[in-house]
């Protein structure tokens, strides 16, 4: 059965940590980055568990700041 | 299937439009006005007029929206916009000309501006960010703040009786002769978003075939001014300020 494979890249540098994208992502796969900082001294989001993205682009879509790049593909496994 | 393989180019689904710079925009994490200026970079985008397109700058949080973006752009006095839109889009009939102002800007100090642009019926659009209050000079309360809402100027909440009522400028823009799209939208959502960025898209088709006045409200959070964290000023929002304001095209012609 073909599954549908996503990969996201964030610009941690551009982050600002809003979260919005934490709570957009249906399967709660980001997070604040637990007592980080980048270099504008911002909080900023991470993806904890990449196993099961599906690349849907909802993180990407309500990031203010176009920080998510998001790739997508099927697999056959 | 690792995740190297998945991101090649060729499974690229969504990234920052390439209309939009590289330099980080100084709003507060979380502000709606990234999200519209990201619609609007793609909407030009899908329709190839990244060369032909002047966008006017309001004073507000949007002041510098002109570094963001890379199109042309003019920068108003506080709510002056439409007026130099006006000027653009008849000297140059072949530009989509479009205004980008906060409430502020475009429902208080520009309203005479707002008003009498959509009017004359120019071939132009309005990007009107409603946020409901001023959001770069401290949270003060503006015409468009809601009944009820605590504010820096307003601290136990507008009321009627000392502050007046809440100027809905956009169901008013809908009854002019004047407009030709009127559309009230949000983007607290993924659903919303989309469908904000068709209205924009529909505006600016509009601007580009000689049609017009178009606005598009979005209804906006300003998370810092309203003191929530960006997650709850969209709850905020949602039960507060959609039931001032409703949602949708309010006119199409
Ligand atoms: C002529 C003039 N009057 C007042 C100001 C102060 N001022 C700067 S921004 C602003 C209001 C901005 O509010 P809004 O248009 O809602 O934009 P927001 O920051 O909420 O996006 C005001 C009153 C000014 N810059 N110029
Ligand atoms: S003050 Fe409000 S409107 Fe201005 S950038 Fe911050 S959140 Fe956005
Ligand atoms: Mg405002």
Redo the contacts between chains.
């Keep these: 059965m073909s599954k549908i ?3 996201v ?1 964030i ?1 941690t540098d ?1 982050c ?5 994208c934490v ?2 992502c249906p399967f709660g796969l980001l997070e604040v980055a637990p007592r980080r900082v980048n270099r ?1 001294g ?1 909080p900023y989001v991470i993806q904890h568990d ?1 196993d099961r993205c599906t ?1 849907c ?2 993180c ?14 099927k ?1 056959e ?1 | 299937m690792t995740r190297e393989d998945i991101i090649q180019p060729q499974n690229l689904v969504y990234a920052k439009p390439s209309l939009m710079n590289d330099v980080g925009m100084h709003y507060c994490p979380g502000c709606s006005h990234g999200v519209v200026h990201k619609l609007i970079a793609e909407v030009i985008e899908e329709m190839n007029l990244a060369d032909k397109t002047i966008g006017i700058c309001p004073v507000g949080c949007a002041v510098f929206a002109y570094r963001y973006l890379d199109v042309d752009w003019l920068e108003a006095a506080h709510g002056r916009a439409p007026a130099i839109a006006t000027a653009c889009k008849r000297l140059w009939p072949d530009r989509l000309v479009f205004t980008y102002q906060g409430d502020g800007d475009l429902a208080c100090i520009g309203t005479c501006e707002t008003i009498h642009a959509l009017n004359r019926g120019e071939k132009i659009t309005l990007i009107f960010i409603n946020n409901a209050i001023y959001g770069m000079t401290g949270g003060q309360m503006a015409p468009t703040t809601p009944l009820g809402m605590k504010t820096a100027t307003c601290p136990y909440g507008r009321e009627a009786e000392l502050h007046g009522y809440p100027l809905n400028i956009t169901d008013m823009a809908a009854t002019m002769p004047g407009t030709a799209y009127v559309s009230r939208q949000s983007v607290h959502n993924v659903a919303a978003i989309r469908k904000a960025k068709r209205a924009i898209r529909k505006a600016f088709e509009n601007s580009m075939n000689g049609r017009g006045s178009n606005m598009v409200e979005i209804l906006s959070t300003c998370n810092a001014g309203w003191k929530m964290t960006p997650l709850k000023a969209n709850q905020w929002m949602e039960e507060n300020i959609f039931k001032l304001y409703r949602l949708g095209d309010l006119k199409d012609e």
């Design positions: 494979k996503g990969a890249i610009d551009r600002k940590g809003c979260a919005l709570a957009a504008k911002y990449d690349g682009a909802s990407g879509i309500v990031c203010p700041d176009g920080c998510i790049e998001i790739y997508r593909t697999t496994d």
